[in-house]
C-alpha cells in the first residue's frame, strides 16, 4: 500500500519559515509527477508546487518566489520550503503523486495522498 507521511508543520510567525517533508513508500517520486496541495477553512484544495519526473517545476502565483520544492531520491522524501509565509499561507498542506510523469494540476487527478500537515501563520 502506498504511504505518503508528511511533517514539519507548525506555527510561525509571518515572515517566518518552514520546511514540509513527504516521506513516501511502496512508490518511487522518481516515476511521477509530485506535487503540494494545501487547502483553507471553507475553500478548496489548491495545487501550489508541482515537480514531474523530467524535474521540471511550476508554482502557483500566490507562492512563486517564497516556497521552494525539492525531491530527495535517494530517501524517496518529497520538500517543500516555505519563507515569507504570511497569514493567507494558513491552512492544511497535502503531498499528492500521480501516475503520469507530466504534472496535472486538478486534485481530482492525484492518484495518492499525505493525511496532511497545518500550517498556522500568525501576524
Known amino acids: 500500500q502506498v504511504q505518503l507521511v508528511e511533517s514539519g508543520g507548525g506555527s510561525v510567525q509571518a515572515g517566518g519559515s518552514l520546511k514540509l517533508s513527504c516521506a513516501v513508500s511502496?512508490?518511487?517520486?522518481?516515476?511521477?509527477?509530485m506535487g503540494w496541495f494545501r487547502q483553507a477553512p471553507g475553500k478548496e484544495r489548491e495545487w501550489i508546487a508541482l515537480?514531474?519526473?523530467?524535474?521540471?517545476?511550476d508554482y502557483s502565483g500566490s507562492v512563486r518566489g517564497r516556497f521552494t520544492i525539492s525531491k530527495d531520491n535517494k530517501k524517496n522524501i518529497l520538500h517543500l520550503q516555505m519563507n515569507s509565509l504570511t497569514p493567507e499561507d494558513t491552512a492544511m498542506y497535502y503531498c499528492?503523486?500521480?501516475?503520469?510523469?507530466?504534472?496535472?494540476?486538478?486534485?481530482?487527478?492525484?492518484?495518492?495522498w499525505g493525511q496532511g500537515t497545518q500550517v498556522t501563520v500568525s501576524s
Open positions: 499528492a503523486a500521480v501516475r503520469y510523469a507530466i504534472c496535472r494540476f486538478d486534485p481530482s487527478e492525484f492518484n495518492y
Open positions: 515537480i514531474d519526473t523530467y524535474s521540471a517545476i
Open positions: 511502496r512508490y518511487t517520486i522518481t516515476s511521477s509527477c
